[in-house]
């Protein structure tokens, strides 16, 4: 109803930034302040922010606001690549803290000539000094997914083939093509990873959240069940498993997932 992915959603609450109640059926339930939060996250998902650059800003900026001071009288926008929070007259990049120049102008007559951009080239000094250093690719990836996804997907998948099992590049990555809504293209890449990193657990898990979204149900629950398998406290797991067993009217296992996700969350 948010037009808020899953992934966000679960990702702000298991970082506590919103803090719902559960209802009779274990549903979060979200109160009016969670809501504006939320919604505050559509905003920055519909600018392509990246589901983990949103989380990481806003935990950032709770980490560094005053208790006395509101949430409700910031507001959280994405100005070009950046997240920022005005309050009052100034503006900050939430992730780094720097003030932000306001260039907004009023409209004014007259005629507007726009510059055509110079090509791009096809490498940079920055890229050829990356070399074969998985690292290095990674970090140069991650810095580019707000502003350039290709050029994100195109390091990780360099960073991917200098170190095959490099989870963390398949996990962002995933992530990068779930966001995008390439379901299919997210499940193979995983496919994948699990071949090369088959005891990553949170690769079990996206595969089971990608795999859910294309509708695969069983197999999304096969998913959930090796991730705890892997990794028994992994309370989302249990979660999402539980609800797919409910929806598939097997309640017996619908509970034990339940009840373990209850027990985790204690």
Request: hydrophobic share 45%; net charge negative.
């Amino acid at each position: 109803m948010l037009g808020i992915s899953r992934a966000v959603v679960t990702s702000l609450v298991r970082a506590g930034f919103v803090t719902p109640t559960r209802g009779a059926r274990n549903e979060y339930r979200f109160g009016f302040r969670d809501v504006v939060l939320l919604r505050t996250a559509y905003g920055l998902q519909a600018a392509n922010m990246s589901h983990r650059r949103i989380v990481r800003a806003l935990e950032r900026l709770r980490a560094t606001l005053p208790e006395s001071l509101p949430l409700s009288g910031l507001r959280v926008t994405a100005v070009g690549n950046d997240i920022a929070v005005r309050d009052g007259a100034h503006q900050v990049a939430a992730e780094s803290g720097q003030l932000l120049l306001d260039f907004e102008v009023a409209p004014v007559h007259g005629a507007v000539t726009f510059l055509q951009p110079a090509a791009p080239r096809a490498s940079s000094p920055e890229a050829d000094e990356l070399g074969d250093d998985a690292g290095a690719w990674f970090a140069r990836a991650e810095a580019a997914e707000a502003s350039d996804p290709a050029a994100a997907e195109a390091a990780y998948r360099r960073a991917i083939e200098l170190a095959p099992c490099y989870a963390d590049a398949y996990l962002n990555l995933g992530a990068l093509l779930h966001d995008q809504g390439r379901f299919a293209a997210a499940t193979r890449l995983y496919d994948d990873a699990i071949v090369r990193c088959p005891d990553a657990a949170l690769l079990h898990f996206n595969r089971a959240l990608a795999l859910e979204d294309e509708g695969r149900v069983d197999e999304a629950i096969a998913s959930y069940e090796r991730a705890v398998a892997l990794a028994p406290d992994l309370a989302d797991a249990h979660f999402n498993a539980a609800r797919l067993y409910e929806r598939s009217g097997d309640t017996q296992k619908a509970l034990r997932h339940f009840n373990a996700y209850r027990r985790l969350q204690r």
